[in-house]
């Protein structure tokens, strides 16, 4: 048990309102990562974090944005929500240390997100 | 880029029956590869890993060999059973640890 809790594990919201969904660690593992799945896409990265305040883009960023003020914490928020963001949004950790090594990630249950 | 392509699903077997899910990816220097599967209402898990050319990753009765020279890196079973109902997916991590690239997953169904 890698100790990550998401929440909400669902939610319905309605396009235009915004959406924060928080991932929790209980380990202090620098590296934390934002997923959605969605049918015939696999997983695709939103965003990720390298430590408090440090985070980058993935490969499908756009209408998303993140925030890591403590190490333990990383929300994903959506400003205003559409249609297309609806999908399972997976939070990962890494325990690896620093960059340049390779390692398992571990995640959490996953938040169902439906857009109206 | 780095890219993961993953054979297509669904696959359903019969209990018993030998699986191959096949893997290739497209990647600069020497990324490692993995396999995750995901459970019904779960969150992915790691299933086995390589980090080299010519390593064979193993677990539950899982097998893949890294093939660098056919960039692959196929998932092999020799005897399924219904408990290995679920998504699979393929995926690579280069250099840097932030990109973990993931293959679309495919759904494995395994009748009685």
């Known amino acids: 048990d890698a100790g990550i809790t998401q929440s909400p594990r669902h939610k319905v919201t309605e396009t235009g309102t915004p959406v924060t969904l928080r991932c929790h660690q209980t380990e202090n593992h620098r590296y934390m990562y934002w997923y959605r799945q969605d049918p015939g896409h696999g997983l695709r990265l939103i965003h990720y974090?390298?430590?408090?305040?440090?985070?980058d883009k993935g490969e499908v960023s756009d209408g998303y944005s993140v925030s890591r003020s403590k190490t333990e914490d990383f929300l994903l928020t959506l400003e205003s929500a559409t249609s297309s963001q609806t999908s399972v949004y997976f939070c990962a950790i890494s325990k690896i240390a620093g960059t340049g090594e390779t390692g398992e990630l571990f995640f959490g249950e996953g938040s169902r997100l439906t857009v109206l | 880029g780095n890219s993961v392509t993953q054979m297509e699903g669904p696959v359903t077997l019969s209990e018993e029956a030998f699986l191959t899910i096949n893997c290739t990816y497209t990647?600069?220097?020497?990324?490692?590869l993995f396999w995750y599967v995901q459970y019904p209402g779960e969150g992915l898990q790691l299933l086995l890993k390589a980090t080299k050319a010519d390593d064979k990753g193993s677990n539950k009765g899982f097998e893949a060999t890294y093939r660098k020279e056919t960039t692959s890196f196929h998932l092999e079973k020799g005897s399924v059973q219904v408990s290995d109902s679920a998504v699979y997916f393929c995926a690579l991590s280069g250099s840097s640890a932030s990109k973990i690239i993931f293959g679309s997953g495919t759904r494995l169904s395994i009748r009685p």
């Open positions: 974090s390298y430590g408090v305040k440090d985070t």
């Open positions: 990647a600069t220097g020497y990324p490692s």
